[in-house]
């Protein structure tokens, strides 16, 4: 099975300051046939059920403001919110689906 | 718009068996994967179990693999989750989740409301 870990596990940043979630997975998540990685983000706010932020690593979901960006490929990643606003209080959450089962990290709990 | 609706949750006892339902709208439901995905209370999201799109394959994580069962009728836009020898481990919010296309390989787009299973005596 694939280990997804993050870094940190709780981060506070001032608004309008940027903020950098890290996340590794224990083997590559990229296949090599589509140059594609299997990686994706997700959000989650007290009370609500996750959102999905962040695609094939760096393709942002429609709607999800352009603050959040996620770079990286292979076993390392990152997930940048570039200016911290109030409504980006959550825990965020990477998860590969290259291999199942389809692990998620740990999170990343991110307040202000 | 996408819905996605889960029922079936509730108190059970150690060893006992429960069925969760997931009614889904608003997209073509049978041309794409779904997935039950759980949360414990207080704890992290924890994949579960994935459907493709068609019902042909599905996955298990190792802690359910033969307990649960997953399976869908695309005549009723409805995927389910059959839970059996349940343990107290097994308690958490379950969410239906919908894939981000048919091949099981894919992210999560959608997810449900969340039904809550709890398993005690």
């Known amino acids: 099975d694939i280990v997804m870990t993050q870094s940190p596990d709780s981060l506070a940043v001032s608004l309008g300051e940027r903020a950098t979630i890290n996340c590794k997975s224990s083997q590559s998540v990229l296949y090599s046939s589509n140059n594609k990685n299997y990686l994706a983000w997700y959000q989650q706010k007290p009370g609500q059920s996750p959102k999905l932020l962040i695609d094939?690593?760096?393709t942002r979901e429609s709607g999800v403001p352009d603050r959040f960006s996620g770079s990286g490929s292979g076993t390392d990643f990152t997930l940048t919110i570039s200016s911290l606003q109030a409504e980006d209080v959550a825990v965020y959450y990477c998860?590969?689906?290259?291999?199942?089962?389809?692990?998620f990290g740990p999170g990343t709990k991110v307040d202000v | 718009d996408v819905q996605l609706v889960e029922s079936g949750g509730g108190l059970i006892q150690p060893g006992g068996s429960l069925k969760l339902t997931c009614a889904a709208s608003g997209f073509t439901f049978s041309n794409y994967a779904m997935n039950w995905v759980r949360q414990a209370p207080g704890k992290g999201l924890e994949w579960v179990s994935v459907?493709?799109?068609?019902?042909?394959?599905?996955f298990y994580a190792d802690p359910v693999k033969g307990r649960f069962t997953i399976s869908r009728d695309d005549s009723k836009n409805t995927v389910y989750l059959q839970m059996a020898s349940l343990r107290a481990e097994d308690s958490a919010v379950y969410y239906c989740?919908?894939?981000?296309?048919?091949?099981?390989?894919?992210?999560?787009?959608?997810w449900g409301p969340g039904t809550l299973v709890t398993v005690s005596s």
């Open positions: 998860q590969q689906h290259y291999s199942a089962p389809f692990t």
């Open positions: 459907i493709s799109g068609g019902g042909d394959t599905t």
């Open positions: 094939w690593a760096s």
């Open positions: 989740s919908k894939g981000s296309q048919s091949s099981r390989y894919s992210s999560i787009d959608y």
